[in-house]
């Protein structure tokens, strides 16, 4: 039987464990799976276009499971009353090709791609000095902006997040359900250029679907790290190609982010490093405490596999779950034919007169 994970799992799971060391706990299995990277069949992620979004799948294998995700990216979908971004996915045994586990994946997305943020800024954000108040500014208060200001908040040290959004319902939003955070202090701006200003990590997520400039060269200040995580389709972009020029700029896979990251916009031989390689010792993160460090962030199938791993180990833990009989339980595997029941009723097996 195959295991079938609702939202309302990943909740009691989040509710169980606490959201901080839920979000501690997949940097750290994210961390392991991108330190086996080489251990990976690995693709960039196949992708149909249309005027409105995107669908995506993203497959990835080790020797001993397989994962595929979908997801969706449409920035006009609130119109429809339906989330900009949509996911569910499948963990299967690769010895069998059994499905284990069928998901959600809309809020384990959220929890996983803050994870990964977490995971790069660990080893790009400059450390701050002793008595400095760690600042984030947070550009596009949506759907993914909690999970990321509660990563860095916990797993980063950040007390302060500079929150801008064109939509002042959205960031109303966040600080309605932020602000009981102990120890974190939530400053509403007028502008990016506001919000980005003294900040040490700026977080860029938001949903667009053109070329936008979010951040400008003139932004800048020495040190910065930016954690720029919508820009993640061809024709999808936030940061100015100058802000790259003028910084060291980290990937998850290479072939994947030159497609859809705001990569997209800088010739092919422009130089980035791909995060497994930092992770490992075999590349240098941060060298400078004035070096500006970009996370050009689309997301990979490697952190929903270790993310569909750890939920399955968590909700097992748990007793969560539904068994889902998505696949034929057969007495004997060459007679699928008998799951159609016919055999009694042979007058269904020739083709009945009109
Ligand atoms: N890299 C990854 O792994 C990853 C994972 C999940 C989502 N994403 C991307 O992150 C983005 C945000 O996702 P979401 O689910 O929060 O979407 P969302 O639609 O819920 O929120 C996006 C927010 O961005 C705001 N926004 C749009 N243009 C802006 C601008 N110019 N300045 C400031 N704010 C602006 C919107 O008003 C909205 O509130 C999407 O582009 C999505 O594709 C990336």
Aim: hydrophobic share 45%; net charge negative; aromatic share 6%.
């Amino acid at each position: 039987m195959t295991t079938f994970l609702a939202p309302r799992d990943i909740a009691r799971i989040v509710a169980a464990h606490g959201l901080p060391v839920v979000l501690n706990r997949l940097a750290a299995a994210i961390e392991t799976d991108f330190r086996r990277w080489p251990e990976f069949d690995k693709v960039p992620r196949v992708a149909a276009h249309s005027r409105e979004g995107v669908i995506e799948l993203m497959p990835v294998a080790d020797r001993t499971h397989y994962s595929f995700k979908y997801v969706n990216g449409h920035p006009g979908n609130g119109a429809h009353g339906l989330p900009t971004v949509m996911a569910f996915g499948v963990l299967a045994d690769v010895a069998t090709g059994a499905p284990l586990l069928l998901s959600e994946l809309t809020l384990t997305t959220a929890l996983r791609t803050a994870a990964t943020s977490l995971m790069a800024a660990r080893v790009l954000a400059r450390p701050v000095t002793q008595g400095q108040t760690r600042t984030m500014a947070l550009i596009g208060n949506g759907a993914q902006a909690e999970f990321q200001a509660l990563a860095f908040h916990h797993g980063l040290g950040v007390r302060e997040l500079r929150l801008f959004d064109v939509d002042p319902a959205a960031t109303a939003k966040l600080v309605r359900n932020l602000r009981a955070v102990p120890g974190l202090a939530l400053t509403v701006c007028a502008s990016t250029a506001e919000a980005v200003r003294g900040a040490h990590i700026v977080t860029t997520i938001t949903a667009d679907k053109r070329n936008a400039v979010i951040i400008e060269p003139g932004m800048l200040e020495p040190g910065m790290h930016l954690n720029a995580v919508g820009g993640d389709c061809p024709g999808k972009t936030e940061l100015h190609p100058g802000v790259l020029e003028a910084a060291s700029v980290f990937v998850e896979y290479e072939p994947q982010t030159r497609i859809e990251g705001d990569l997209q916009q800088m010739p092919a031989d422009f130089a980035v490093t791909e995060l497994w390689r930092v992770l490992t010792g075999q590349a240098s993160g941060r060298q400078r405490a004035d070096e500006i460090t970009v996370f050009d962030s689309v997301g990979f199938a490697l952190e929903d596999f270790s993310a569909l791993r750890l939920v399955q180990q968590l909700a097992a833990e748990l007793g969560l779950g539904a068994p889902l009989e998505l696949i034929p339980a057969l007495a004997d595997p060459k007679d699928l034919f008998s799951q159609l029941q016919l055999r009694e009723q042979p007058e269904r097996l020739v083709l009945q007169a009109a």
